[in-house]
């Protein structure tokens, strides 16, 4: 009886993984929030067939600027490339992850200057990547 028992809890144990939605990420997260949309950013949504894209912009926005850095070095942690560039002579520095999620591959973009407080962070991929 035992044994049923168990082999029954992995069962569902495993039915479970294997149903269980993919993570959101981070920074998906933070452009689907509707306080994204205020006064001070401009933000672009794009819903198409074979395109999902999000972007917000801002200038002068130390918070929200904290708020993309903390979401996107999240998403660091489960990029599989990314690209980084740090110019002193530059204005603005950026970074660009790769993240694969539901076997799809998730492009993620933050450009920034800590001196004006610019942010402009951008998510794009397929729409199944999200499903």
């Known amino acids: 009886m035992k044994r049923i028992l168990a082999i029954t809890l992995l069962l569902v144990f495993a039915a479970g993984v294997c149903f269980a939605a993919s993570p959101r990420l981070a920074c998906q997260q933070l452009l689907e929030r509707k306080d994204i949309r205020t006064k001070g950013h401009d933000v672009i949504v794009v819903n198409s067939p074979g395109n999902y894209f999000r972007s917000v912009e801002a200038e002068s926005d130390a918070k929200l600027l904290k708020e993309v850095r903390k979401a996107f070095e999240q998403d660091r942690k489960l990029a599989f490339n990314s690209v980084d560039r740090f110019d002193g ?42 499903k």
């Open 89 to 130: 002579s530059e204005e603005q520095e950026y970074s660009i992850l790769n993240v694969k999620q539901n076997g799809y591959v998730v492009n993620i973009g933050f450009y920034w200057n800590d001196e004006t407080g610019y942010v402009r962070l951008f998510i794009q991929a397929d729409p199944a990547a999200f």
